[in-house]
């Protein structure tokens, strides 16, 4: 029923109403956020028919959750729901050079550590072109990694192409830790999406050239296709032969997080429907229109993309 | 060092900030809210020199809620820092009649529960007059309800008055469980508090007639002094031989949570500095007081306090 | 694929986001607001399938208003998007006693007053069990007055049992030219949803005695089924035969716009399910809880007002 | 040029936002707040053409008040601008039964303070009706008084009606001083306002015989007319013959501070254009409509005035 | 009895409170804007007398507009009020680069586009030294294009300056419409303002070199005046002989929607009072305050100006 | 008690919540302000035991003031409480680039300028190791300025050293007096801290080369340490030997006021702790961090000062 499934945990984001340090705070801002529902998300703004995969607690917190997700479009009914447990969240400190945009977890023991593979309708999403997940889920414990051996495994050779964000996260655990758990996922998916931090970090492909990186990552792991992202340089692909590079758009600041999520997302609409290339410039573009709302979700529509992309944007419109 | 001291887990309280469920929410209000904090609060404003003992995780949120207690003029110097862990939180959906006030509780596994008896400063707390400690703590588990049995015991006979208040939670255990883990403690303590609702639920004392239940429960569990409260009606105190009994204020409602922890604080107040009849009166003026404003702290002033003690308060004083 | 369709005009809703008149204003509250999108929004709350029909202009206000429908569960796939036009709002000024609550509304010639059958997707609408209208599509002009006889004369006969909520507006039409246009429609109409006030106002039907009335409107209109409203006090329900009749609960009033339309949501979803005894709690119930939140919608879920009706609902529950 | 002046004292009026204590306030709302330029506010609003008379300091804060009462319709074009000093301000606390509203002055040494009779343009406003004066003038120091004295008898025996609110401050001076400086002056005015409770502390007419007290008051200073208050319950009016009395309207209650102003206003309005009947008409009307709203001002118009006067209004205007 | 009339269409200014797509805003900001009202602010702040001429409901929306351009000292005396109809709005979402800021006009069927030259008070402004019209005008239809040719044709050869603002909407007309529209009305005009895009869109001159661009269109339309605005770069005069410029200040930037308009209040008053020179700093100045601050107005005051120019401006003053 | 005593005035800040001007406020941000209450909170952030010294008002202002310097750590149990008067406050306009930052003070006859030095409790501070004043107490009149010199010779030749921060403010006094009251001051003191600006303004040390000026200031007063800092630029320190200098870090910009009391409070803290090099990199870091935030104070902690003077900051630390 769906073109794209994307599976992860998604928390509430709780942060500083006003500019503040979370210490201060009076209000929070209640926004919901999580690596593959943002990714959910800027696919479903594209046009696509997107699932959105979880476990989730049924209260209001749950429902807050879910109901945020549907906003874009995003198919969210078959979420699981536990009578019981915790959702998790987050809390987000906003920096400003040279102070750090800091997070505080409080995730641990949320309802989506104890989702298991037979509580989900594969059934369901049996005719899925796409499967995303993220290094965020095998980095929740050792269930939630052995649920994402399940499901690439149940995915391989059914002609659903597998993506995979490695989005290494400092707070959850250490790189060598990473790079031992996330080694043997990263040669199963046939899209791997990772930053040039995270491929020195946790695979210790260090390197100044990005190309060399790129060639490097696919050699090791053998992926259809392996996108490199360089921040706000840009983002570079490579499938075991042509290389592909563009730059980033030139963006103003509003908040940088789902920035990532947004390239993700726009890399793979571009990818599915086209190529590479197009792949590049719809993820350039999302990342870019991302980071000039509040908030992780990609907000936009494809027509600002594309507008964007087209290098149709006006200043004003009026 | 300090007059009073209580001692109890403290929450961050998230509510919308504009009227609305918790499932539509866009702000939360941030407040910090704990059955003992609040006493502790109260008695800090009445001019007591009080400290309140907790476990919190060090970080900006832990920092928050220890601050928000400090305002009050209360002593943080004592509290157990935590590395790592979490702090409790709960969701609170004010309701208006019929649609009920509602808590989410997310406080399993918070920093609290882990305190033990000997990280506390205890040769700090050692001229205390008054320990306070509620029904809450021995329904988070096991290990705080043998902390709160080894406090007791620490000051029975040492001088110290014990004051306990029942705090029934349904949320956090059945009524027979914490019948059986409460009966042990409230035949220890001096001072017990008790609603009406609660005796009857927790205790078993079922009567229309609520001196009735104040006797009972003092030939039951033998206390110095038992208060009972019986909501916006009033409060009475039996010592086993006199009664005494006082009518509520009429007052506007703004948020009621917090309006028990008050009078507990406004008796013990009366009650350390006077007798039962002075006790009273401050209770039922600082729980008047206390619903006239949000979160669940007093915010207001002895001076306040004692005018409408006094019946010289005015409508309007310019 | 749907239990029911409603459909309808829904509009902007600006208010001042404060306690204000409209001329000082400094922001405005948005909310989505239209008779029969509100009943869309309550039937799906408790759990049916329900679509709702109508014309937007597909730009940011459009979608808005969409997916502020969608946030409560309806189907808002079959909405008619036009590419031009406006869509209508309205300002709404809330008053407080002997300060009135007024609207001004500024819904000419919006997208909605164009929306023709043919437009329609009735294919997808073919199962429908209840369609529900209002007699404020035909205030808004010939075509729409057409639009609503088409659209019972093409259920008619065919099982789908039809509702119409008379709705009178007096800032729309006047009282003759409103009975004119609506006693063709009413005779037509399984249910018909009045309030004491528009069937003394609009049908001529004035009585102290309410039962009379509905009566009157009865053996006037023949529907299956007449359903009285008395603001405050409670409902009727007559079917020719026997004659039903409920108190309507207690309920404090945040923002008692929306209340009738929670009302018919409620009655409805008893009806549909149940009987008319089953109507009239539901459509108590949800008119009482409507009016502690803002908003005309109901933002309350089902198990509340099952509590409600059951007498289960406490005041703080924790 | 104008029908009517006022002349008086204006601060800046700073309240917390959310409902709070000033001690916990995060942020003020900004209100500007005098008893005269409350009158002058409400009287322009009924369509005199309205001078508000006073002295500020010629920077943003000082405009921002100009502008303020401007807002209304008042003609601000005869304020004396000074070059240094201080605007006057007040903190303000809302009360909830039974904790009281409460103010703090910070008005000493304010420009108001300083403004002299030679420095107003008394030629501009020659063909004035009537002049509005109160008695917090006089109550901010000798210079102030004497202005009082200055403008009324510039103004005696000259056709223009005087008429003086006496307004007792507590917080700015004793009852025994301000009956001993307000004598002389209610002696030399044309209309006396005064509620039931200023006339027994300010001039010792203590009764609970409203009647009474007003007769005291005209047979003791020989007004021309003595309007006399009861706050929620209503107002009378006697002339030395005829009395004239009406009950308040019922009204619900969001601010209530400026109610006394609003009635001042609508009396004057009833009474200059008609008589003593139609001044507690407008007044009560002014009066229950000024509670509806926050901030001192009369923000509605004549048309909601004359509508209640009538008892046209409804509820709900849709 | 003014100096200056401006005329044209004022609408409500609508745009989410915080950052956010105005699909996901939940509260507008209540602005108002128009070219021609915005022009009145500005010259009114800088001490002229201004009338602002345009037609209006009479309902708290129209209420609102004219008070908040009175605000700036605008003689709003003159405004036609209409019983019925409709006041134009317009949604406004700001844009981060490379997101657009984006307008949704609803503003067809105005009450000003109704507004004939027989409803305005002529005599009352029959000593103005200068009228402002903009091309908006003539772009809401043949009516409103109308009157600009019979308030210009009023005016002409009476010694009345009469100065015009382009001001080419895209999403009102093509620019070859406008081209045909405007070319009679810009040949009438005294002081024709033209932007360097407008020149190349709307009337075709299309050079990189501004100055030819400005003889361009002096030796087309011959205008006593030609001033040609560049952006963020600065503005050109040219009376058919001599050439003025000046460079634009840098300046932050917070809402550029008015600069233009501010830029043509500060030429106007700087040519009115002194030359072309003037006009361009007083222009430039303006412009670079107005970009500073939220809202179309131009919200600073002479002396900030002045200071601007001078130099003297400090980035604190303490 | 403690170990560093602060004195002198604060006041309640005042600024717009929205970016705006102070003539269109709606609504005021609170805030506390101070120079020597922001070093205070600055060097209690750092782990000191300070305590700062003032009088002001007993009411809810006052104790406003008291508690929100209290949040940062500081000792304000040696306040001097007035029992009537004013407390200071001052208007903030935060400008942007051409337009200034501005500040109206409203700080005449506040209880601080009545502060005597035997109100004080000199006892309690008697192991200082450091007394930290400013050139702002003199500027407030003759009775502060003595106050100063009282202090300063109180502690002189006691190991207790005593630092100064110029902080000259226009808005009080003319250079020229300033120069002459402040000389006596800054040549008995041991650590000067200034301003290039105010060192050309105040005392005439006019030169493009910082260090002559630095040298110049410590031949003149022969301080223990001079410390010239140059705003965004960096700072220098000179014991009349060694001279040290330390660029600023780069940081974006929130609101710079307080920025200066930062660095002061960094310095010292670096100085105290260790030396002169010490003290300027923890000065430019807590400056830096300072403008990163809203209000005077330092928010942030020691952690993040020492992790930036490191080099260990990341952008986004998750």
């Known amino acids: 029923m769906v073109d794209v499934i994307t599976l992860g945990e998604t928390m509430l984001r709780l942060s500083p109403v006003t500019v503040s340090t979370l210490e201060e705070a009076q209000q929070f801002q209640v926004d919901v956020a999580g690596a593959e529902s943002n ?69 641990a023991d949320s309802a989506f550590t104890s989702l298991c593979f037979e509580e989900i309708d594969w059934e369901y999403f049996k005719d899925a ?35 995979f964000d490695v989005n290494y996260r400092s707070k959850l655990w250490s790189p060598s830790v990473a790079g031992k758990i996330l080694t ?17 970090t946790v695979f210790g492909f260090r390197s100044m050239d990005a190309e060399e990186v ?18 706000d340089k840009g983002a570079m692909a490579f499938d075991g032969q042509n290389i592909w590079y563009q730059d980033a758009y030139h963006a103003g600041s509003v ?30 573009a999302m990342a870019a229109l991302n980071q000039t709302l509040k908030g992780d979700f990609f907000w936009c529509g494809k027509e600002e993309g594309e507008q964007l992309i087209a290098g149709h944007s006006k200043k004003l419109d009026r």
């Open 39 to 107: 990714v959910a998300g800027g696919l479903a703004r594209m046009g696509l028919s997107v699932g959105w995969v979880s476990k989730l607690v049924d209260n209001s917190i749950g429902r807050l959750m879910a109901k945020r997700i549907q906003w874009h479009g995003v198919d969210i009914s078959r979420i699981v729901w536990a009578d019981r447990g915790r959702n998790g969240l987050y809390y987000l400190e906003p920096g400003v050079e040279p102070r750090p945009t800091r997070l505080i977890y409080d995730r």
């Open 129 to 163: 072109r796409l499967v995303h997940l993220s290094g965020i889920t095998p980095a929740l414990g050792k269930s939630a990694d052995q649920l994402t051996h399940q499901i690439i495994d149940h995915f391989n050779n059914t002609g659903t192409l597998i993506s």
């Open 184 to 200: 043997p996922i990263v040669k199963k998916v046939d899209v791997l999406i990772c930053s040039l931090n995270d491929a020195a």
């Open 214 to 231: 790129a060639r490097g990552l696919q050699q090791a792991y053998h992926n259809q296709m392996v996108v490199l992202t360089m921040a």
């Open 255 to 284: 908040d940088r997080i789902g920035r990532g999520d947004s390239f993700s997302a726009g890399f793979l609409y571009g990818y599915l429907n086209d190529d590479a290339t197009a792949g590049l410039e719809y993820g350039n």
